[in-house]
Protein backbone atom coordinates (compact mmCIF):
# COMPACT_ATOMS: atom_id res chain seq x y z
CA UNK A 1 0.00 0.00 0.00
CA UNK A 2 1.59 3.33 -1.01
CA UNK A 3 1.15 6.88 1.09
CA UNK A 4 -1.09 7.85 -1.35
CA UNK A 5 -3.43 5.02 -1.05
CA UNK A 6 -3.09 5.25 3.18
CA UNK A 7 -4.31 9.26 2.53
CA UNK A 8 -7.05 8.39 0.72
CA UNK A 9 -8.66 5.88 3.56
CA UNK A 10 -10.81 7.41 6.39
CA UNK A 11 -9.35 8.48 9.28
CA UNK A 12 -10.65 5.64 11.26
CA UNK A 13 -9.37 3.09 8.93
CA UNK A 14 -5.79 4.42 9.22
CA UNK A 15 -5.97 4.96 12.95
CA UNK A 16 -6.84 1.13 13.00
CA UNK A 17 -4.59 0.39 10.49
CA UNK A 18 -2.00 1.76 12.66
CA UNK A 19 -3.05 -0.09 15.21
CA UNK A 20 -3.16 -3.32 13.54
CA UNK A 21 0.71 -2.20 12.83
CA UNK A 22 1.68 -1.40 16.48
CA UNK A 23 0.58 -5.18 17.75
CA UNK A 24 1.75 -6.57 15.21
CA UNK A 25 5.51 -4.93 15.86
CA UNK A 26 4.95 -5.26 19.58
CA UNK A 27 4.70 -8.75 19.86
CA UNK A 28 7.94 -10.02 17.94
CA UNK A 29 10.79 -11.12 19.97
CA UNK A 30 13.07 -9.03 17.67
CA UNK A 31 13.54 -5.83 19.40
CA UNK A 32 15.98 -3.48 17.96
CA UNK A 33 18.75 -1.92 20.80
CA UNK A 34 18.48 1.59 21.74
CA UNK A 35 21.82 3.40 21.01
CA UNK A 36 24.13 4.27 23.87
CA UNK A 37 23.39 7.68 23.63
CA UNK A 38 19.92 7.12 24.92
CA UNK A 39 21.26 6.04 28.13
CA UNK A 40 23.44 8.17 28.58
CA UNK A 41 21.04 10.99 28.11
CA UNK A 42 18.54 8.78 30.68
CA UNK A 43 21.78 9.01 33.31
CA UNK A 44 22.30 12.82 32.81
CA UNK A 45 18.29 13.30 33.30
CA UNK A 46 18.08 11.46 36.02
CA UNK A 47 20.92 12.76 37.98
CA UNK A 48 19.56 16.03 37.07
CA UNK A 49 16.36 15.01 38.73
CA UNK A 50 17.98 13.08 41.90
CA UNK A 51 20.36 16.43 42.72
CA UNK A 52 17.41 18.71 42.18
CA UNK A 53 19.04 20.07 39.08
CA UNK A 54 16.46 19.72 37.12
CA UNK A 55 14.11 22.47 35.65
CA UNK A 56 10.39 21.62 34.60
CA UNK A 57 8.18 23.25 32.61
CA UNK A 58 4.43 23.25 32.29
CA UNK A 59 2.03 22.35 29.48
CA UNK A 60 1.46 26.03 28.21
CA UNK A 61 5.43 26.91 28.39
CA UNK A 62 6.30 23.97 26.70
CA UNK A 63 3.25 24.80 24.05
CA UNK A 64 5.20 28.45 23.56
CA UNK A 65 8.48 26.80 22.15
Do not use: C
Amino acid sequence: MTIAELKGKPFAERLQLMEDLWETLSNEDNHLQSPAWHQEILEERMNLIHTGQAEYVTIEELKNY
